[in-house]
């Protein structure tokens, strides 16, 4: 199947209000000129507005860093999808490495912002890893297939038309350490494996699935040659317009 691919870039926190519009504008400008794929980037939440003011009309996709399951209510510090579509923002990710592991997401509370989502009209990116300790155990599978199995509970063969994945090996994230483009298909290949047998192949077949842990404008290429990676997730490369260009036009 002809999986359209997607290029993500999470902005993480970083970049002023200004640095941010700034290069949300140059990004658009990149994927302007490439219409056989798509381009996301995940500013700050502060910046989330101006960032869609600024690229409004453009095919520039603009996404959420995370997304509470609520529609209102008594929950600092949360922001809601009706306040994402509100100022046109139309997904999200969620379930990142960095939201598990340093601030304590749950797979429960991460399956609760997934599917808070879907019901908000936000589109998904569920994002599923194992860290060091559990590849070098050789628990890799078993670690997402149990995070993929708690993090999709509840969501329709249907709903999965509107979620993406991504695989981002916890070991690799701001480490400059990359996996393979052998293990990270291999990665890929399981996660695909594990769609078919809980939906059906023709979903498993066009779920899109990212890579993300240090990618960069010199092996971007190699990763996307692999037949089961259908984009990236990217981090500090996509804090420069230059380097987040380069990626974009993989080749």
Known sequence: ???????????????????AVRLARAVAETCGACPDRDVMVAPAFTALAPVCEAVRGTPLLVAAQNVAWEKEGAFTGEISPAMLTDIGVGLTIVGHSERRQIFGESDAMINRRLLGALAGDIDPVLCVGETLEEREAGRTFAVLEEQLRQGLHGVSSEQMQRVVLAYEPVWAIGTGKTATKEQAQEV???????LAGKYEKNVAEATRILYGGSVKPENIDSLMAQPDIDGALVGGAALQAESFDRIVRFR
Not at 188 to 194: E, M
């Open 188 to 194: 890929h290949g399981v996660v695909r494996r594990f």
């Open 1 to 19: 199947m002809n999986r359209r691919p997607l290029i993500a870039g999470n902005w993480k926190m970083h970049l002023t209000l200004a640095e």
